[in-house]
């Protein structure tokens, strides 16, 4: 086996911000430019220097469109790289929608952050965003697409093929073959019980493997258990008058949930009541999900081809503009509106939550992770008071919490799919330490040479 060398420029002992730097003999690959995510010190790792020259890469692969996978392609661009960057066609229409709203997200930030710093004469302490739409704009025309399961050469004396991974639509397992090394990329592994997509095809042999483990500790609930739960929560919240609020991600956990309503709905299982979804990027992300190409579950992708809407509940409205989302402040009972940010932590969530908490008759139903110091962990936590846009805000609201609709492999699916790589050394990436650390001791005990990267460090295998 010729020497390769994994350099580690995110998701290395984190969850975010996935970059691997790969050289075989003289070709460089990016797997992955992922933004940084979170806390102030991780977002301050953004800018921080690539531990590599981003002219000298020959090609960039990408896994899915994820912020966390995509949201520094950007900065790349912006800092020399020129080369291609390949992904399905589909995580290129989603990275789209990403970047372009991570884009005026930084504008806006800087807006607010640049009058206050006027009105206390610190201008010149504010930071420039770090990329704008010329960047995005730049990075977009980089893409190339690649076919899932067809492997093409993607830099000099490198192979590539991608292999659908089941987690968001698009998605895909990244295989690099170069100078006699064979190198597999997990990306994000889906949950093999997705309600949309299907389970992740297994990887080949290989010699090295990279791969995630956002959720190596624990397996989740099943679906069956889970669409059980969402269903009575949402027909007693439904029986009790109230609005039913649900806090979304824009990718991938919009378009579940939506999905479920409508088969709920269709099925009589749930009354026909109007369903907003409240936000600009899931409903574009939607229309990506709407032109989805054989890349669902069968019986997804059957309503599909019947010319049906797999993800339109019968009372579905977008709301795009603000004076249409403003209009959802009017009604006071019997509708279900999703939105985001899907933490609680800014969006227009926060006015639906505003109007809605203090009414005994509303719910709040969480089908994503709360980070701690975040709204919406104080709610499942049980606050009996919180403050919305400086206003103190009593929760009467009932707070429900589902926690199977995730779209990660869990212990199980990864155990599954890394019996596929044989007897490769193992590469721990895009997890918590502690997590990492527990998996890699059971690996161990099976007979694998496992690692877990460091930040910025090159490993020679
Ligand atoms: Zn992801």
Redesign the pocket.
């Known amino acids: 086996m010729a020497t390769v060398e994994i350099l580690s420029a995110g998701a290395a002992r984190t969850v975010t911000g996935s970059a691997h730097h790969v050289r075989f003999d003289e070709a460089r690959v990016l797997l992955d430019c992922g933004l940084f995510q979170g806390g102030s010190a991780l977002q301050r790792r953004n800018r921080q220097p690539f531990p590599f020259e981003p002219g000298a890469l020959d090609a960039v692969v990408v896994s899915?469109g994820?912020l966390?996978?995509v949201g520094r392609l950007p900065l790349l661009v912006r800092q020399g790289y020129d080369g291609p960057i390949f992904a399905t066609a589909a995580t290129r229409k989603i990275a789209e929608v990403i970047l372009h709203d991570a884009a005026g997200l930084q504008q806006e930030d800087y807006r607010r952050a640049l009058r206050r710093a006027r009105r206390a004469g610190r201008e010149d302490e504010v930071e420039e965003p770090l990329y704008d739409e010329h960047d995005v704009a730049r990075t977009l025309a980089r893409f190339r697409p690649l076919a899932m399961d067809r492997a093409s050469q993607v830099a000099p004396g490198v192979r590539a093929l991608l292999r659908p991974a089941g987690?968001?639509l698009g998605?895909a397992t990244v295989e690099l073959e170069g100078g006699g090394t064979r190198l597999t990329f997990s990306?994000?592994l889906g949950n093999r019980e997705s309600p949309l997509q299907a389970p992740a095809e297994l990887p080949r042999e290989c010699d090295v493997v990279l791969v995630e483990t956002t959720y190596a500790e624990r397996n989740h609930r099943s679906r069956a258990a889970t669409e059980e739960e969402f269903q009575k929560i949402l027909r007693s919240s439904l029986a009790r008058g109230g609005n039913v609020l649900i806090p979304t991600f824009a990718l991938e956990r919009s378009q579940a949930v939506l999905y479920e309503l409508r088969r709920l709905m269709t099925s009589g299982a749930l009354p026909q009541v109007p369903v907003y979804l409240d936000s600009p990027m899931a409903t574009r992300l939607t229309h990506v999900y709407e032109n989805g190409d054989n890349e669902f579950r069968p019986e997804v992708q059957a309503l599909l081809d019947a010319g049906s809407d797999p993800f339109a509940p019968p009372g579905l409205e977008f709301t795009v503009d603000t004076e249409a989302s403003k209009a959802i402040n009017d009604v006071t009972g019997g509708a279900i509106i999703l939105a985001g940010s899907g933490m609680m932590t800014g969006g227009r969530i926060l006015h639906h939550l505003k109007h809605n908490l203090w009414r005994e008759e509303a719910s709040v139903v969480v089908v994503g992770y709360q980070a701690s110091g975040t709204l919406g962990r104080s709610l499942v936590g049980g606050a009996q008071r919180v403050h919305i846009f400086g206003e103190e805000i009593r929760v009467r609201a009932r707070i429900h919490t589902i926690g199977g609709f995730s779209?990660?492999a869990d212990h199980d699916d990864l155990r599954t799919w890394l019996a596929g790589t044989g007897d490769a050394e193992v590469f721990l990436v895009h997890g918590e330490p502690e997590v990492m650390d527990a998996f890699a001791v059971e690996l161990r005990a099976d007979g694998r040479v496992v690692t877990s990267p460091e930040l910025d460090r090159p490993y020679q295998r």
């Open positions: 899915h994820h966390d996978h987690h968001v998605s990306g994000d779209a990660h």
